[in-house]
């Protein structure tokens, strides 16, 4: 199972980014995806995730401004980032629970920076 996340950039205070985490291979029954982040020098943190049915879970910081999605005819997910703030600054990573197991993308830098 490989997940493969795009997406990387560098934008302004108040801009959008889109993330995309397509995945292949096979995952038996998927509980959950999601997208976690890692700021320098901080934990990892979850951003948001949505479940198989499609409820979604956001952390505090980013309702509103984040939102989760997925496509599962083509095996991905997505993150859409609006109103962006420097503090969003992270690599952020995907993932995908299913199995009873947890897989990850291999992160992807996003820098809010004027």
């Known amino acids: 199972v490989q997940l493969r996340a795009s997406g990387r950039g560098l934008v302004q205070p108040g801009g959008s980014l889109r993330l995309s985490c397509a995945y292949s291979g096979s995952i038996f029954r998927i509980n959950a995806m999601g997208w976690y982040r890692q700021a320098p020098g901080k934990e990892r943190e979850l951003v948001a995730a949505?479940?198989?049915?499609?409820?979604?879970n956001y952390r505090d910081s980013v309702k509103g401004r984040f939102t989760i999605s997925r496509d599962d005819a083509k095996n991905t997910v997505y993150l859409q980032m609006n109103s962006l703030k420097p503090e969003d600054t992270a690599v952020y990573y995907c993932?995908?629970?299913?199995?009873?197991?947890?897989?990850w993308g291999q992160g992807t830098q996003v820098t809010v920076s004027s």
């Open positions: 949505i479940t198989s049915g499609g409820s979604t």
């Open positions: 993932t995908v629970l299913g199995g009873g197991k947890n897989y």
